[in-house]
């Protein structure tokens, strides 16, 4: 037998309890922790990476490591488009991108879980360098965060559109003492998230303007990819929410790869065809 609080029970009764204890997960599925761990550790890394910048010289490694599309396609250096996402141009870039990051980072950590916002912002800065890959001039050498952190965003948009369908879901459940909570309740939730969509528009037009050296290709790619993984994420049927979350971002991933796949075989033709004025 077992003490409890009232008396005692058996050991059977204190295991059928435990496990019919239902788990408590965030809205997309993840454990609940409040701590930014994996936030902490892109703020880290990233930190590292510019540290080992500034002491082998900016240019150096941006050359070396960062996204430069002839690189990739005539030499297979695939990896420049993930280690191109946590390399900076410049001071004020790295501070300006981890500001950002460590503004809104943990806020999406905590609703998706720490795995699943690693997978988010990771893939989302994939997406920002396929895209600044894809449709950049194939001389420009491309470096950021930018890419990932506008993912973040647009997760977090995606997540202000679910909360208030769903608390309007609930409203008309309740009848009519609910349509007032559905009135206030999306209000509510709506306008942090409505902050972000004008931050992104901002962010948008910003990149556009003339005499810039801002790459808008990786931040518009970023935004996308990170929209997409993190609807996939958010709206995944909860019966089998881990299979149809796992397939969506594999669905991401390999849209990313046939684009990346798109672009070398454009540039090699490009280069295969002798025009005149066409060099690495």
Not at 100 to 119: C, K, M, N, S, Y
Not at 133 to 157: D, K, N, Q
Request: aromatic share 8%; hydrophobic share 50%.
């Amino acid at each position: 037998m077992v003490n409890a609080s009232v008396g005692f029970q058996c050991p059977e009764c204190v295991n059928a309890g435990r496990l019919s204890t239902p788990r408590i997960t965030t809205v997309a599925g993840g454990r609940v922790d409040d701590r930014p761990t994996v936030t902490i550790a892109i703020v880290a890394v990233t930190v590292l990476a510019f540290g080992y910048e500034f002491i082998a010289g900016l240019n150096a490694v941006t050359e070396k490591w960062g996204m430069w599309p002839w690189a990739i396609a005539l030499d297979g250096q695939l990896y420049r488009l993930v280690t191109s996402v946590f390399l900076h141009g410049s001071v004020l870039h790295i501070l300006f991108n981890m500001f950002v990051l460590w503004t809104i980072g943990p806020q999406v950590e905590r609703i998706l879980g720490h795995a699943r916002f690693l997978v988010l912002y990771l893939a989302a800065g994939l997406g920002g360098a396929v895209a600044s890959y894809a449709f950049s001039a194939p001389r420009t050498v491309s470096v950021g965060a930018s890419g990932a952190i506008f993912g973040l965003m647009g997760a977090l948009v995606v997540l202000g559109r679910r909360r208030g369908r769903a608390r309007g879901v609930e409203a008309r459940r309740d009848g009519s003492a609910g349509q007032q909570v559905q009135r206030q309740g999306t209000g509510g939730v709506g306008d942090p998230f409505k902050q972000v969509l004008v931050l992104i528009v901002v962010n948008v037009a910003i990149g556009f303007l003339p005499g810039g050296n801002i790459d808008w290709r990786a931040h518009l790619g970023g935004l996308v990819t990170g929209a997409a993984v993190g609807a996939v994420m958010l709206y995944a049927p909860r019966s089998s929410r881990l299979l149809w979350q796992t397939l969506g971002v594999l669905g991401v991933l390999g849209l990313l790869v046939l684009i990346t796949m798109w672009r070398t075989a454009a540039l090699n033709a490009l280069v295969e065809s002798g025009i005149p004025g066409i060099s690495t």
